[in-house]
């Protein structure tokens, strides 16, 4: 089934009263279960696809359909619910709260979606997905001391806690050394293998090398995709990279 389906999408910025056309008829969908690489030249549209496409940015024209349903077309209201819902971000600019815990800003969106369920499984939920994520022992910290690794899987934590269909990424790995960088994008993939679909912005081969599928962005449209199919194993790692590597030079990466 089809999670995402875009059709002529344009999006178009004025600033200054000079309009800039950034994104300009892009089409392209995303199968559930599929775990998708945004990439392309700093300026080119990614960040502004990723944000038009889950409802944070409104859409100029075209469609977006989320699970069968136009996000172009919906109120505020019943936006903000599918956002709420049925979507995860790891925005590196959606910052947490800076006077709460780890653990709490994980929760609020639980807390937030006005479900009837009562605090504590929600916080036996909140405090599941901190075990696998390897941070239950920072539950307990405030959000400002611990480290950007730390952050990241907290971020992950929260985008994840009301089981998101789709979780959207903006360079999830961006500010994170190689080791931490690996972590992460471990859990993700884990989450993926588990079910969710992910589609991610990342300037990083070696990231992009472990989904399932990478389109390649210029000057607002796509101007390539390349499937690179499940990573079944770690030992497939490197190959797919230097798949991807000599695919992207002849985006003119
Ligand atoms: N809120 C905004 N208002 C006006 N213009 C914007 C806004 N956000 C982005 N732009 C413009 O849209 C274009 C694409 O920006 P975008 O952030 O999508 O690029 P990107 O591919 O994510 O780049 P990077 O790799 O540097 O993050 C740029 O020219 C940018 O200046
Ligand atoms: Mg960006």
Known sequence: ??????????????????????????NFSIEEGEMVAVMGPSGSGKSTLLYTVSGMDAITSGEAAFCGKNIAQMGQKELADLRLNDMGFIFQQMYMLKNLTVQDNIILPAVQSGSQESRKEILERGQELMRKLGIIEIADNDINEVSGGQLQRACICRSMINNPKMIFADEPTGALNRASSGEVMEELAKLNAEGTTIMMVTHDVKVAARCTRVMYIVDGNIKGEYTLGRCESNSQIRERERALNNWLMEMGW
């Open 1 to 26: 089934m089809k999670i995402l389906e875009v059709k002529d999408l344009c999006k178009t910025y004025i600033v200054n009263k000079r309009q800039n056309n950034v994104l300009k008829n892009v």
